[in-house]
């Protein structure tokens, strides 16, 4: 059977988004078809119906646009990647067929929208590449890069192989990307994150240097704070960055340029021991409340809860960092009145770094601006 033109479009813009579930906007409401169509049906409970009533009618699901959020986050949370496609031109205006394209494809580790994230989490998207050296000590190496797309902070590392459950626990990633074929895939998979592959071409050296010289404005990558054996990490930022500019087709100049994180700048905790100190999740449940940071965080704003869950993951073991804290809060006990007046001016300000981060990729509601 012919398809039709609409369904013809429908069919070029889910080949554009690969596995992703595709929310195809028609008139109110987001239309799903086939496969995708299934399975929104079973994981979010909606009706489903058929496009016609032939001889093979189309399986179909939706709701309408403005529950978009909603259903959104649900999808998110039960581990899909859903891309919205949407009407890029007035129906009123259109000759023929209305324009539509995918406008952002949403996984666990972009989203930037406030219905979706925990205000007092980041949310990191990790990238993890392998050491392509000839030496066996180079191919036990690993790049990681890791980016809170809703916030802008944008780091990396280069670590042993041995150490990456450790750095799992540590960053807590909300999605992981590495190449296709790669021999930590059944690894990453038997854990609870999300992974994604990508063509091994992303993270190749020369790819990856391109892509950040390009999108940062660099003539050179040395005065980021790497080193030659730094060469994987590199290349994980690279494809990190390459797969936020394929997925979310706006501006991503919040994103900072990615910084140096060195092991030993801070108390290296393995995963047994800091699962049973129960720093930030507990044992029980794996949530927030119960934990060490659940009875620590009296923060007013969701910046300051985000800076003490990295301050608690991440001990310092400089000796001079540690005292200039302690002294910030020996001034803060000792002159109460100031400190309660700055919780006081605090209370009253919003997640600003969330709320440019929606400004810079022009997604801004009118209260963020407000």
């Not at 699901?61 to 990647?81: E, S, T």
């Not at 060195?262 to 934990?291: N, P, Q």
Request: with cysteine; aromatic share 6%; glycine share 8%.
């Amino acid at each position: 059977m012919a398809k039709t033109p609409m369904m013809q479009q429908y069919d070029d813009a889910k080949q554009a988004c690969g596995d992703a579930l595709l929310l195809f906007r028609m008139g109110d409401f987001y239309e799903l078809f086939f496969e995708d169509a299934k399975t929104v049906a079973r994981v979010l409970g909606l009706t489903l119906t058929s496009r016609d009533k032939g001889e093979n009618p189309i399986p179909m699901a939706g709701f309408p646009h403005h529950q978009l959020d909603g259903y959104l986050a649900k999808l998110i949370h039960a581990g899909f990647r859903c891309a919205v496609c949407e009407q890029v031109e007035d129906p009123k205006l259109a000759k023929g067929l209305v324009k539509r394209e995918v406008t952002r494809v949403v996984s666990p580790g972009t989203i930037t929208d406030d219905a979706l994230l925990d205000p007092k989490e980041a949310n990191w998207l990790l990238a993890i590449c392998e050491d392509s050296g000839r030496s066996s000590e180079a191919r036990s190496r690993l790049g990681l890069a890791w980016a809170d797309l809703s916030t802008g902070r944008f780091l990396a590392t280069t670590i042993d192989q041995a150490r990456l459950g450790d750095q799992l626990a540590r960053i807590r990633p909300s999605e992981v990307l590495c190449a296709d074929g790669s021999t930590l895939v059944p690894q990453l998979r038997s854990g609870r994150v999300m992974v994604t592959t990508r063509p091994g071409w992303s993270f190749g050296l020369d790819e990856a240097t391109r892509t950040l010289e390009s999108h940062f404005e660099l003539k050179g990558l040395s005065g980021l704070g790497f080193d030659e054996s730094d060469a994987a990490a590199i290349r994980a930022c690279g494809g990190l960055l390459a797969y936020l500019q394929e997925t979310q087709k706006q501006s991503l100049r919040h994103l900072d340029r990615p910084i140096a994180w060195h092991v030993g700048s801070s108390l290296e905790v393995d995963e047994a021991t800091r699962r049973s100190l129960e720093l930030t999740r507990t044992i029980r449940d794996g949530k927030r409340d119960g934990s060490l940071l659940g009875v620590l965080d009296r923060c007013v704003t969701p910046m300051g809860s985000r800076l003490m869950a990295d301050w608690l993951s991440d001990p310092l073991t400089s000796r001079q960092r540690i005292d200039e804290r302690l002294d910030a809060v020996e001034f803060a006990v000792r002159t109460g009145d100031w400190a309660d007046a700055v919780r006081g001016f605090l209370q009253g300000i919003y997640d600003i770094q969330r709320v440019v981060s929606r400004i810079v990729a022009g997604r801004a509601t009118p209260r963020d601006l407000g």
